[in-house]
C-alpha cells in the first residue's frame, strides 16, 4: 500500500536529522532504511557526466563500468581532499600527508612528492592567517528523496559545513585545477555555476542548515614537473619552495555568494535531467544495443578525458557481464558509504 505522503515526509525528514546529529558510523540501521526510499541515484558528477556525454553517463551509471585503476587526477584529487579534512581536524602538515597517502590507492613515489611540496606550501601559506571559518564539519554525506520523482535520491558529500566567524553559514569547498586563479581568471565565473555546488547547497538546506555562501579554497595544480636528474623526493622539495616563493599563484580563497534564484533554477534543471535519464533508459529497452540510446558527444574536451575512449571510439560491443581488460563493474560512487551498484548489475 502506499504511504501517506505526510508520513513519508515525516520520516524522512527524522531519517536524515539522525544522519546529522549521529554522524555517519552510528546510524546503518537508519542508512538501511534511507536507501530503500529510491531505486537509483542522481550525484553531482553523473549529472555532469550526463551533460558532458550520454553515452559516457550510460556506461559510467546504467553499467556501472569504470577503469580497475583510478587516474591520477582522480586519486590525486581524493588524498588531497583527505589532506584538507586532517587539516581541519587540526593535524600537522607531516600527519595530514602520512594520512592521505595511506589512503590513496596506487599512488607512485612522485604523486607523494607532488602532494607533500603541495601540502607544506598551503600549510605555509594559511599557517599564520586567521581563519574566516569558525567551525567546520568536514565530509557531511547526505542522502534524501528527489522533489517530484519516484526513481531517484538525491545523494553526494559535502567537503565542509562551516560556521563563518562573523555567523554565517557556509559550505566550504576544497578544490584543485589546473586553470590560473588570478582574481579576473575565467575559472572564477564558472564555479559560481558550478552545479555541483546548487546540489550542495539544497542537501545543506534539507539538512537543516540554510547556507547562504560558499567558500571556495582553490588550489592551482603543479606547473612545474620533475627533471630527468632529480629523485621525486628533489622535485617535492623544489615545488614546496616554489609554491612559498610565489603563493598567490598556487593558493586562493573566494566567497561566492548564493542567488536564490540560481539554486531554484538549477533544482528545475535536475529534475528535468532526472526525467531525460528515465527517457533515455526506456529507449535503451527498444534499441538494438542500449547504448544506442545514449547519443556519443565526440570532442577534444570530452573524449580526450574520457576512460571509456578505448573502446568507445573503436565502437566496440561491450557485455557488462564480461568487461574489457582493465575495466570493472562495480560501485558507481564509491566515495559514499553506501556505494551504489550500476543498475544493470545491481
Ligand atoms: S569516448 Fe567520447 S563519445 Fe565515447 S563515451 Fe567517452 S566522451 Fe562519450
Not at 40 to 68: F, I
Not at 127 to 149: C, I, M, N
Amino acid at each position: 500500500m502506499a504511504q501517506h505522503p505526510l508520513r513519508f515526509w515525516r520520516e524522512t525528514k527524522f531519517a536524515l536529522f539522525l544522519l546529522r546529529v549521529g554522524g555517519m558510523g552510528v546510524v546503518g540501521s537508519v542508512r538501511k532504511e534511507l536507501m530503500k526510499m529510491r531505486s537509483d541515484t542522481l550525484t553531482a558528477s553523473r549529472m555532469a557526466a550526463l551533460l558532458a556525454c550520454p553515452r559516457k553517463h550510460y556506461w559510467r551509471y546504467e553499467v556501472g563500468l569504470s577503469a580497475a585503476v583510478s587516474t591520477g587526477a582522480l586519486r590525486f584529487g581524493s588524498a588531497w581532499h583527505a589532506a584538507m579534512e586532517c587539516r581541519w581536524q587540526g593535524m600537522e602538515c607531516a600527519a595530514a600527508l602520512a594520512k592521505a597517502c595511506g589512503g590513496a590507492d596506487s599512488f607512485t613515489e612522485l604523486d607523494v612528492a607532488t602532494l607533500s611540496g603541495l601540502l607544506a606550501g598551503y600549510y605555509a601559506r594559511y599557517g599564520g592567517e586567521a581563519e574566516t571559518v569558525k567551525t567546520l564539519h568536514p565530509e557531511q554525506e547526505f542522502r534524501y528523496a528527489l522533489d517530484g520523482s519516484r526513481t531517484f535520491d538525491i545523494c553526494g558529500k559535502i567537503d565542509g559545513l562551516g560556521v563563518l566567524c562573523d555567523g554565517r553559514l557556509a559550505l566550504v569547498e576544497h578544490k584543485t585545477t589546473g586553470d590560473s586563479l588570478e582574481a579576473d581568471s575565467e575559472y572564477w565565473q564558472r564555479l559560481r555555476f558550478n552545479p555541483q555546488i546548487y546540489q550542495y547547497v539544497l542537501a545543506a538546506r534539507a539538512l537543516g542548515w540554510d547556507v547562504q555562501t560558499v567558500i571556495y579554497d582553490v588550489t592551482r595544480k603543479p606547473m612545474i614537473k620533475q627533471k630527468q636528474t632529480e629523485t621525486p623526493e628533489q622535485f617535492g622539495e623544489r615545488l614546496a619552495a616554489d609554491t612559498r616563493e610565489r603563493p598567490d599563484f598556487y593558493f586562493a580563497r573566494r566567497e561566492v555568494a548564493v542567488l536564490d534564484q540560481d539554486v531554484e533554477e538549477f533544482a528545475i534543471q535536475r529534475l528535468e535531467l532526472s526525467r531525460l535519464i528515465l527517457l533515455l533508459r526506456a529507449a535503451g529497452r527498444r534499441a538494438r544495443r542500449p547504448e544506442h540510446a545514449w547519443p556519443r558527444n565526440c570532442g577534444g574536451m570530452t573524449c580526450r578525458f574520457c576512460e571509456f575512449c578505448v573502446f568507445c571510439m573503436q565502437n566496440i560491443a561491450v557485455d557488462p557481464a564480461q568487461p574489457p581488460a582493465g575495466f570493472a563493474v562495480g560501485q558507481t560512487n564509491p566515495e559514499l558509504s553506501g556505494g551504489v551498484r550500476g543498475r544493470l548489475l545491481g
